[in-house]
């Protein structure tokens, strides 16, 4: 499912606020927002790995992950073996999207 009409103002207007149903099309859209945002992340992670890289490390994507809103990206030169405490060099990207319409609720209280 692609960011389109399903996430209009119209769409969660008609849901209410403060009802489950604008919950979860809240959280639907903050999932959609998180996936499209990997591949940035990733393009401007695997930047700062070239750069890094051309300073005589080695890093290379070693792990991604999308949960819910979060989006995770590692980079690390594994070179020495691939238990962290023998990384040379190692560096995480991790996005938060967070949505909401009115009367969400943030369960971070």
Do not use: C, W
């Not at 949960?67 to 990384?87: K, Y």
């Not at 190692?90 to 999207?97: A, H, N």
């Amino acid at each position: 499912m692609s960011i389109n009409f399903d996430f209009s103002h119209e769409a969660f207007r008609l849901l209410g606020t403060h009802s489950p149903e604008s919950d979860r099309l809240s959280e639907d859209l903050q999932r959609k927002i998180a996936v499209d945002l990997r591949n940035d992340i990733f393009e401007l992670g695997n930047k700062i790995a070239t750069k890094l890289n051309n300073l005589g490390h080695l890093l290379t994507q070693i792990d991604s992950e999308i949960d819910h809103g979060r989006v995770s990206i590692t980079f690390a030169d594994d070179s020495q073996g691939s238990e962290r405490e023998h990384h040379q060099l190692r560096f995480d990207l991790d996005v938060i999207v967070s949505v909401g319409f009115p009367g969400y609720s943030d369960d971070m209280d």
